[in-house]
């Protein structure tokens, strides 16, 4: 069974402060998180879609309360985000 060793939290604190860079041997290489990098591209992509399809339909007389069920949001939250965008 292996163990864990935790650092203290004034130990971590220290590190900080000092700028103290974690032990090479414990990174890793960009590929460990790419997908992670991948999961963000795709999220801000997504939210501009729907951002650009909310103000459209907005403009083509689409109703607060259409756009929330759409959303399954309450119609306050959508108008509260995107009512200044319209």
Do not use: N
């Amino acid at each position: 069974m292996a163990t864990e060793t935790r650092m203290s939290e004034e130990e971590a604190v220290r590190r900080f402060e000092e700028g103290i860079e974690p032990d090479p041997a414990t990174r890793r290489g960009p590929e460990a998180t790419a997908d992670i990098r991948a999961a963000a591209k795709m999220r801000k992509v997504s939210q501009q879609m729907l951002d650009e399809a909310i103000i459209d339909a907005r403009r083509r007389g689409i109703t607060w309360l259409e756009i929330a069920l759409a959303l399954d949001v309450s119609p306050q939250a959508v108008r509260q985000k995107y009512r200044h965008r319209v």
